[in-house]
Antibody
Framework: VEVVESGGGLVQPGRSLRLSCRTS????????VNWVRQAPGKGLEWVGF??????????EYAASVEGRFTISRDDSKGIADLQMNSLRSEDTAVYYC??????????????WGRGTLVTVSS | IVLTQSPATLSLSPGERATLSCRAS???????LAWFQHKPGQAPRLLIY???NRATDIPDRFSGSVSGTDFTLTITRLEPEDSAMYYC?????????FGLGTKVEI
């Protein structure tokens, strides 16, 4: 199982950025995907998730990003994306993607990537 | 669901036992609570799920237990490589909240 995030970088406040989560080694379509972030010097914060197709592929988000962030998935490529709009300085963080087994409500995150750094600054 | 972890920091010697606490503000359905180990620059690692089930390839030095809304991660025979942040997280409801973490120093 491999999970690799990409797309991070420096972006100005109010602009957009799209992160990608590329996976391999398992049947991507059978799993949910969660995004989690860690701001500098802080703990882990759940961002949102997308269900697997069998559960409708629907999404849910943390209140702090609702309406600004969108998670999508392409099961044929084993990729999940995080589209981030109207970025704020408080969105500065390392963003992690995690495969999630279909347990509980948001899924059990059993394999994670190493993360990609997003810095929102003028 | 708010998860309160204690202590914030735990400083122990090799071979000792670490006891980490995670208290939930209300009942966690089906004990959908996990523990993660996180080292700087690395991917978080799943240790325990369902409150007491060890994840794949996790040594039996790591164990989880639950009593009501109180969850515990115990690490026996501490090794220097166990130095890390440890987070509890509930996946029973959205949002999927994390505790603030316990830093274990060996």
């Amino acid at each position: 199982v491999e999970v690799v995030e990409s797309g991070g970088g420096l972006v100005q406040p109010g602009r957009s950025l799209r992160l990608s989560c590329r996976t391999s080694g398992f049947i991507f379509g059978d799993y949910a995907v969660n995004w989690v972030r860690q701001a500098p010097g802080k703990g882990l914060e759940w961002v949102g998730f997308i269900r697997y197709r069998g559960y409708g592929g629907t999404t849910e988000y943390a209140a702090s990003v609702e309406g600004r962030f969108t998670i999508s998935r392409d099961d044929s490529k084993g990729i999940a994306d995080l589209q981030m709009n109207s970025l704020r300085s408080e969105d500065t963080a390392v963003y992690y993607c995690a495969r999630a087994r279909n347990f509980g409500h948001i899924g059990l995150m059993d394999y994670w990537g190493r993360g990609t750094l997003v810095t929102v600054s003028s | 669901i708010v998860l309160t972890q204690s202590p914030a920091t735990l400083s122990l010697s090799p071979g000792e036992r670490a006891t980490l606490s995670c208290r939930a503000s209300r009942s966690v359905a089906s004990n959908c609570l996990a523990w993660f180990q996180h080292k700087p620059g690395q991917a978080p690692r799943l240790l325990i799920y369902g409150a007491s089930n060890r994840a794949t390839d996790i040594p039996d030095r790591f164990s989880g237990s639950v009593s009501g809304t109180d969850f515990t991660l115990t690490i026996t025979r501490l090794e220097p490589e166990d130095s890390a942040m440890y987070y509890c997280q509930q996946y029973a409801k959205s949002p999927g909240t994390f505790g603030l973490g316990t830093k274990v120093e060996i």
